[in-house]
């Protein structure tokens, strides 16, 4: 069911099996298999995350190169519903571990907010990451070519800038490293660094030696037209002809309601086990949230696994089904 302010007390003295933070890739393969081994889950989403903002998934298995990431959310949006999943839109300011149960408060709505709290066996967290922007006086001049050819993933998108003037855009010197590895795809880099921070000696003979160009002047805006970005203008008037870009400027996670639960962390990333366990035996984490690669097709199988691991553990506890009408025949013969 698709809740919202309307029906939210309908739900409000029921107890999830799982409670799923974050309703992108992973959340909703979460929710689809939990629901397909019948069981009860919640998919609670802020909007607008990472895969939110993928203008074109080309990289997965199956899927025509044009589907969005909007599209891919969509779909699975209605599949989780099309099982009996219930779905709500809302941020997760707070988990509290009560023992058997966790309960979940939620921020429902921008305005006139309500505060419901939520009761789940398990928790599944699947809120991801945000990349970091370059920061101009006109956002919306970033956005419009974010996700299009101006890129936050090389796994994803490395392929897509192959052989092409490409901007690297970066907040500190240790991102600067990304140079020699995304000239995997393409030699034809410039670094951009906004003047954030000093550029040692050292990186500036490496960078020399590659032929990166190093452009230290803060950026006016971007260039381009019909979301595609052609270059950049900078703030002493000058510009620099580009091609493609790849934003190198970290990312933020979204963990915060995690943080009144002991869990093992490294950096920002949840350490989990095999099947996506955190340290907390009833806590799991998927995709960008956890250590490995920040992938659509991991964070699906991460959903996959994590269900599956809290079908295992509900169903070895549950008391056996019988056929007891059957039972009942065989009984009265003999």
Request: charged share 20%.
């Amino acid at each position: 069911m698709k809740l919202s302010k309307k029906n939210l007390d309908q739900r409000l003295n029921h107890v999830y099996d799982a409670i799923i933070v974050g309703g992108g890739a992973g959340g909703l393969s979460a929710a689809i298999y939990l629901q397909r081994y019948r069981l009860s889950c919640l998919v609670i989403e802020k909007g607008r995350g990472r895969s939110f903002w993928m203008q074109d998934v080309t990289n997965y298995l199956g899927f025509s190169p044009h589907t969005s990431g909007r599209d891919l959310l969509q779909k699975g949006q209605d599949h989780v519903l099309s099982l009996e999943g219930d779905f709500l839109r809302g941020y997760v300011e707070d988990v509290q571990d009560e023992g058997e149960t966790f309960a979940v408060k939620v921020k429902v709505g921008k305005e006139d907010s309500s505060y419901p709290v939520f009761r789940t066996k398990y928790l599944i967290a699947a809120s991801g990451i945000i990349d970091n922007l370059p920061k101009l006086d006109n956002m919306q001049n970033v956005y419009d070519y974010a996700g299009y050819n101006l890129h936050v993933c090389m796994i994803c998108d490395g392929y897509e800038m192959r052989d092409k003037k490409c901007g690297l855009f970066v907040a500190s010197e240790g991102a600067i490293n990304t140079a020699f590895v995304l000239n995997w795809f393409t030699p034809y880099i410039t670094v951009f660094t906004q003047g954030l921070f000093s550029v040692g000696e050292e990186m500036r003979q490496k960078l020399q030696e590659y032929g990166f160009p190093l452009v230290e002047t803060p950026i006016q805006r971007f260039l381009g037209h019909d979301h595609e970005m052609t270059g950049v203008e900078l703030t002493d008037g000058s510009t620099v002809d580009l091609e493609t870009g790849l934003v190198s400027m970290g990312s933020h996670y979204h963990n915060e309601y995690l943080q009144a639960i002991d869990l093992n962390w490294k950096g920002g990333n949840l350490v989990t086990d095999s099947m996506c366990r955190t340290s907390h035996p009833r806590i799991f984490a998927l995709g960008d949230l956890k250590e490995g690669i920040n992938q659509v097709s991991i964070a699906v199988a991460d959903g996959t696994l994590a269900a599956t691991a809290i079908w295992r553990e509900i169903r070895r506890a549950a008391p056996p089904r019988r056929w007891e009408e059957h039972l009942a025949t065989q009984e009265a013969v003999l």
